[in-house]
Nanobody, 125 residues
Framework: QVQLVESGGGLVQPGGSLRLSCAASRFTLAYYAIGWFRQAPGKEREGVSCISSSDGNTDYADSVKGRFTISRDNAKNTVYLQMNSLKPEDTAVYYC??????????????????WGQGTQVTVSS
């Protein structure tokens, strides 16, 4: 069965950086749009960033533009989310998800079919 596994979360001080990874097993990530989502306690899940399958188009939430960068390494079947200049409000569980979208990606969670289990990111001094 399709499986996505996130890693790279942890505790970091404000202004610090983390790189999250989303690795796939039993399917080829290159054929899917991949999105990163996050959910903080008491809040709804929100789209953070996404990358399309074939041409690598990307999109970012306004709250992370200029600080986060999404990329993919098809040879490693992995998608990354580089997070810089982290703020306490970035604290959340981060999830990656895969969607069968042609040459585009969206930040709507309902468009995604497969989800990972999430990784905790905590930004605190």
């Amino acid at each position: 069965q399709v499986q996505l596994v996130e890693s790279g979360g942890g505790l970091v001080q404000p202004g610090g950086s983390l790189r999250l990874s989303c690795a796939a097993s039993r399917f080829t990530l290159a054929y899917y749009a991949i999105g990163w989502f996050r959910q903080a306690p008491g809040k709804e899940r929100e789209g953070v960033s996404c990358i399309s399958s074939s041409d690598g188009n990307t999109d970012y939430a306004d709250s992370v533009k200029g600080r986060f960068t999404i990329s993919r390494d098809n040879a490693k079947n992995t998608v990354y989310l580089q997070m810089n200049s982290l703020k306490p409000e970035d604290t959340a569980v981060y999830y990656c998800a895969a969607a069968q979208l042609f040459r585009r990606c969206v930040l709507m969670s309902t468009s995604y079919n497969y989800w990972g289990q999430g990784t905790q990111v905590t930004v605190s001094s």
